[in-house]
């Protein structure tokens, strides 16, 4: 049932406005409020280039980076190329992990979709103490 209501609040935040960052921004709190996350970005597909830009951000911002990831590069990079979520519980123990917070103990990231092709990449990071 809290799934039914994640996805409810996802599409009403998408069918209330057609401003692309306020949109965004709306999926980024509802993650956050849905799932206590203090840092979460999405990032959108550069189609010319193959890499991923951080376009919203949640959390501190002295934590968000300007430096582009390219398609399989870290957690959000392989989501995006295998156009499936990947979970690293520990990221200390996947290769995968690129450090971009310290306190970082999992990531989740969740390519976005429209259609069959990928467009971006929520991804998800939890603190240790958390």
């Known amino acids: 049932m809290q799934k039914i209501a994640i996805l409810y609040d996802a599409s009403q935040a998408v069918l209330s406005t057609f401003a692309l960052d306020e949109v965004l ?5 509802i993650a956050r409020d849905y799932f206590r ?3 979460s970005a999405i ?3 550069e189609t010319k280039t193959q890499t991923l830009r951080v376009r919203a951000y949640l959390g501190d911002p002295s934590q968000a980076t300007e430096k582009p990831l390219g398609v ?3 957690v959000a990079g392989t989501a995006v190329k295998l156009k499936r979520p990947i ?3 520990d990221v200390t123990k996947d290769s995968r992990y690129l450090q971009t917070i310290a306190e970082t103990r999992s990531e989740l990231a969740i390519p976005l979709m429209v259609r069959d092709e990928v467009v971006g ?3 998800c990071l939890r603190q240790r103490n958390h």
């Open 37 to 39: 996350l203090k840092n």
């Open 72 to 74: 399989g590069e870290g």
């Open 25 to 29: 921004n709306q999926i980024l709190q």
């Open 121 to 123: 990449v929520l991804d």
């Open 87 to 89: 979970y690293a519980p």
């Open 43 to 45: 990032m959108l597909l």
